[in-house]
């Protein structure tokens, strides 16, 4: 019998410097990828915090001058100016006086009506503490003794009522086809006088409201926005309260409007500056700056340093009926 013996040769395996070396090219390859990780993911974090940044920027840019453009410097409407504060009367809408519903309540047209044609327009219905400008004609002829009279909102009601601004009111600015429309009653703190407020009389609608610069508990500043219950001597500040954040984190409150993150300052006519409420009637225009702190797209990517950036806006926006 024959028998046959296979001849093996013992395998050769990694030397200790050879595993070293590998898993030092490892440790080095891994090492840079999640380098190139971390970059990438400050990097898109940087990216969502700037595009938040700005479009907070851009929500102030636009709620502010809106409200802000139809206040009148002259007419009372700026209440307390102040660097990181402002508080004044904001048109919220208007509308025309269709009818008297009692000695001091008027009814308002629908603000959808069949005829298309818009009588009331607001932002958010009036409603108790707002002010209710009406035009009182005076019993002159002419407009040397026109005014715009103030009274305050006591009640607001509303209604499919076809009574209220019914279409057979003289004159009639509503149709038949109205009467399924919701529409307004206000009640005035005072009774205006019907001889020179007219039926048809134009009427704006007012909120007093506060714009500031304010830190949360958290350490953090925001700006902030407020309604306000009118004062009784019309005219002064009143209690401001329900707070809501209107944008943030902006950068903190400074003396100093190149660093604050909202400041306010006021302009006469002839580019001199305002800085007390006693001289408000004097303003013709606000200029508005905002500065938040974004992270930065250039830092963003480094490891280490300091990653804050950023992003600041200005504008002007002029007072109406300043002369």
Known sequence: MTHT????????????????VVLALLGIIGGMVVSVLIRQQRF??????VADSRARMRDIATIIPTDLRGASSIGGDLLD?????????????TSILCSYGG????DLPPAKMASGTVLTSWINPPKPGDIAFIYDDG???GNVDDTWTPFTITDTTSATNPAWCSAGAVPAFTQIADAAQRRYRITLSAAPNPARVRVGAPIRFAREVRYSLYAAPDANWFVGYETCTPAAAFGTPGVCADREVLAGPVRAASTDTTSSGLYFLYYRQDGTLVTNTAQAAEIARVGIGLRTSPMSLLQATRLGGNKAGRDSLRLTVAVRNRI
């Open 44 to 49: 898109q974090r940087a990216m969502v915090d």
């Open 81 to 93: 100016i102040g660097l990181t504060s402002l508080q004044f009367r904001a048109s919220v809408g």
């Open 5 to 20: 013996t296979r001849s093996t040769s013992p395998r050769r395996g990694l030397t200790i410097v050879e595993l070293i």
């Open 103 to 106: 000695a001091n309540v008027i």
């Open 139 to 141: 019993t002159a002829a």
